[in-house]
């Protein structure tokens, strides 16, 4: 999930626990954040990338680094070749 949208749901549980909505779809739909992903989370539900971590091939520090390695081959024009994935 994205940064902001992550904020938003964040945001909508605080302010349905601070009382300012009397529910939490009504807060979900004033942060503009997807309501069902709302109540998941204010039930303890945990993101995909979190609840599935164990199931990663790569872990968390893998996988920025490969990102970082691609991202520099692509910025050098040098192409990615069987060999270099293997």
């Not at 995909?48 to 024009?77: F, I, R």
């Given at each position: 999930?994205?940064?902001?949208?992550?904020?938003?749901?964040?945001?909508?549980?605080?302010?349905?626990?601070?009382?300012?909505?009397?529910?939490?779809?009504?807060?979900?739909?004033?942060?503009?954040?997807?309501?069902?992903?709302?109540?998941?989370?204010?039930?303890?539900?945990?993101?995909?990338?979190?609840?599935?971590?164990?199931?990663?091939?790569?872990?968390?520090?893998?996988?920025d680094?490969?990102?970082?390695?691609?991202?520099e081959?692509?910025?050098?024009?040098?192409?990615?070749?069987?060999?270099?994935?293997?």
């Amino acid at each position: 999930m994205e940064d902001i949208a992550k904020r938003r749901v964040l945001q909508s549980i605080e302010a349905f626990k601070d009382g300012k909505y009397s529910s939490l779809n009504a807060a979900a739909l004033a942060f503009e954040a997807p309501p069902s992903t709302v109540r998941g989370r204010a039930a303890g539900a945990r993101p995909k990338k979190q609840a599935h971590g164990s199931k990663q091939l790569l872990s968390p520090n893998q996988e920025d680094e490969l990102v970082k390695y691609l991202l520099e081959l692509d910025l050098s024009h040098r192409a990615l070749s069987h060999a270099r994935i293997r």
